[in-house]
């Protein structure tokens, strides 16, 4: 069970980021603080892939003479992190998109709290 | 042959029309509407000959800079995704015709930026229904989010913030595909979608997968807007500026429904989601309720926007039930109603757009039979898509539930049945009342210049509306030749 536990301990730890970002975003009423906890959610996906392609005893995946034959277990795999040099992109301007908002948000009602925000819609 | 790069064509050409008139929009703003438009055309035009193509062809394979799936990315263009992409780009192309005197009156000077985006949001959607990989998928997906946040964006005063809980809701369905997708890598170690379809079945572990369906399921689901995630829908498209929810209402929640038969019927099998696994049965009755909820709260609405974004709710809840069912009949009326809703829903938002321009109006108390004297071509579009969206034959409505309804019969589900035809009653009810109000009733609130009359919106933007409604009634009446001529070629292997 402590084997489970230990061998598991970093996705454990991404879940954990997970759900702290979607209650982030869910529940609190500040709309910036909805926007780090979207950020965190994303940071614990693209931690996810980055953690999911990592091996023990493995090197950078760069063809190495030393270590004789090609053997893939010699190497992480490079897919994954390349995958998520665009998910870091996507991440940046839905950030970038969201902060404009907020920007115009504000100007216009003053405030980035949502229940003021709601109430001075309607 | 250069025709072979048509895959790539579409969605190039529009990111390109959107990378050059951008700035050549700051240099010379009137330039902008004509690259935009051009850009646009060539996406229509190889959207149109790509259909004629694949039909005559078969199923086109492009490898993007030659790279062999599943290492490289590869687009496959099929009678199904040349089918969705043709009404993409059709939508997109008339409704860039329409959008350049409507935008002048609605939101000036903001025009060269919007036609950017909607550029780059129509190159979004072209991308995700051509490409044939998963995370090229997510990549065009997230385009066009991003820019369809944007178009909200740019609406009335609330609009910010409507985008802001779109973007919200948006990137948390966004999140939960990629988790899923990542899920899915690490089980098959592919990203192809074929490639993937030929490794699933092969599978003896099936948790790791089936986690990994759900969460890609639950982020399309979001982004398609189906029961109980459809949340972000009303506001978004009632603050959007009309051009911007004519964009936005007839594509980007089919696209999201196209990916999603892709994923449940092409990457997974028919026998793995539908009996294996009850993925398909869940669908289909959140669909079930979606579609009675968003009717009956179309019905609760004032604003003629808000109207038609619950209605937006209960008629993806068609295209879900016709997923859900997974036999043949259903996959007709699905794909058959992602094309006839698209075109309902172009015509009454172009129409709200219509009247926007002409009385700045959109609450549905202020119309009256001055309104049908003065838009008596729009007053007829409306007429025709309310009831297409009723279901009166031989409008094309009619048909796509009709499939529907033969599919639940054939499922001897008799609930959905009486679903449909309970809905198409309160579709009855929140569009006959505005008919009445154009053609029955003797009452005036809008005053005009001079008794009766005519003073109709500019041509560009009446034809594409007349267009739209008279494709509605085309489509209808020739609905037999699209059902056996395309949708019939796109029906997934093994779904009987």
Same mark, same amino acid.
């Given at each position: ?28 009423? $500040?709309? +910036? ?10 940071? %614990?996906?693209?931690?996810?892939? @980055?953690?999911? /392609? ?22 992480? $795999?490079? +897919? ?10 996507? %991440?940046?301007?839905?950030?970038? @998109?969201?902060? /404009? ?22 | ?496």
């Amino acid at each position: 069970m402590t084997d489970y536990f230990i061998g598991h301990a970093a996705y454990y730890f991404i879940i954990t980021l997970l759900l702290i970002g979607l209650w982030g975003m869910l529940f609190k009423k $500040n709309y +910036l603080k909805k926007l780090i906890g979207m950020n965190i959610l994303q940071s %614990s996906i693209i931690l996810f892939y @980055v953690v999911s /392609a990592s091996k023990y005893n493995a090197t950078v995946p760069v063809l190495d003479p030393k270590l004789g034959e090609i053997n893939p277990s010699q190497y992480i $795999n490079p +897919l994954p992190h390349t995958l998520m040099l665009t998910a870091i992109v996507v %991440s940046v301007a839905t950030t970038g @998109v969201a902060l /404009a908002l907020l920007i115009v948000i504000y100007k216009r009602f003053n405030t980035l709290d949502e229940n003021e925000i709601l109430e001075k819609m309607k | 042959m250069i025709f072979q790069h048509f895959p790539i064509v579409i969605p190039i050409s529009l990111l390109l029309g959107a990378m050059i008139s951008a700035p050549v929009g700051i240099w010379k703003r009137k330039l902008t509407y004509p690259i935009a438009l051009f850009a646009s055309f060539v996406a229509f035009f190889f959207s149109s000959a790509g259909l004629i193509y694949v039909l005559n062809t078969g199923t086109h394979h492009y490898y993007l800079g030659n790279w062999i799936p599943p290492i490289g990315i590869e687009y496959v263009v099929d009678p199904l995704s040349a089918f969705v992409v043709l009404i993409v780009n059709g939508i997109g192309f008339f409704v860039m015709i329409y959008s350049h005197r409507s935008l002048a009156k609605e939101i000036p000077g903001k025009e060269v930026p919007f036609h950017a985006v909607v550029l780059l949001f129509l190159a979004g959607l072209s991308g995700m229904v051509v490409t044939g990989d998963l995370f090229n998928l997510y990549v065009f997906l997230e385009i066009a989010s991003l820019s369809a946040y944007a178009l909200v964006s740019v609406g009335e005063k609330r609009a910010p913030v409507a985008a802001f809980r779109y973007l919200l809701l948006g990137t948390i369905g966004a999140s939960f595909y990629l988790l899923g997708l990542g899920f899915l890598y690490l089980d098959t170690g592919s990203l192809n979608m074929l490639d993937n379809a030929k490794i699933i079945p092969l599978l003896e572990e099936r948790g790791l997968i089936i986690i990994s369906l759900t969460l890609m399921l639950v982020g399309i689901g979001l982004k398609m807007a189906m029961f109980p995630m459809h949340l972000w829908l009303p506001d978004a498209y009632s603050y959007a500026p009309s051009v911007g929810s004519a964009y936005l209402a007839p594509i980007a929640t089919k696209v999201s429904a196209y990916v999603m038969i892709r994923i449940l019927f092409t990457v997974f099998h028919t026998e793995f989601v539908s009996e294996y696994y009850n993925f398909t049965d869940v669908i289909a009755w959140l669909s079930a309720v979606g579609i009675l909820w968003g009717s009956i709260m179309a019905i609760a609405q004032s604003d003629y926007k808000r109207m038609l974004a619950y209605s937006s709710v209960s008629q993806i809840g068609y295209i879900g039930l016709g997923i859900g069912l997974a036999n043949p009949l259903g996959f007709i009326g699905a794909v058959l109603h992602i094309l006839n809703h698209a075109l309902m829903k172009a015509t009454l938002f172009l129409v709200n757009g219509n009247i926007f321009y002409r009385f700045g109006i959109t609450s549905i108390p202020m119309f009256d039979e001055n309104l049908r004297k003065k838009l008596p071509y729009t007053s007829a579009a409306f007429t025709i898509a309310a009831l297409s969206m009723i279901g009166i034959p031989p409008t094309a409505g009619f048909f796509s539930k009709w499939y529907l309804v033969l599919a639940s019969v054939d499922k001897n589900n008799w609930i959905f049945v009486v679903v449909i035809g309970l809905s198409s009653l309160l579709n009855l009810i929140y569009f006959f009342r505005i008919i009445e109000k154009l053609y029955i009733t003797r009452k005036s609130n809008l005053t005009l210049d001079e008794e009766t009359k005519m003073n109709e919106v500019p041509i560009s933007m009446l034809v594409p509306t007349l267009l739209f409604a008279i494709l509605v009634i085309g489509f209808g009446v020739f609905n037999a030749y699209i059902v056996d001529y395309i949708i019939k070629l796109a029906i997934p292997d093994g779904m009987i």
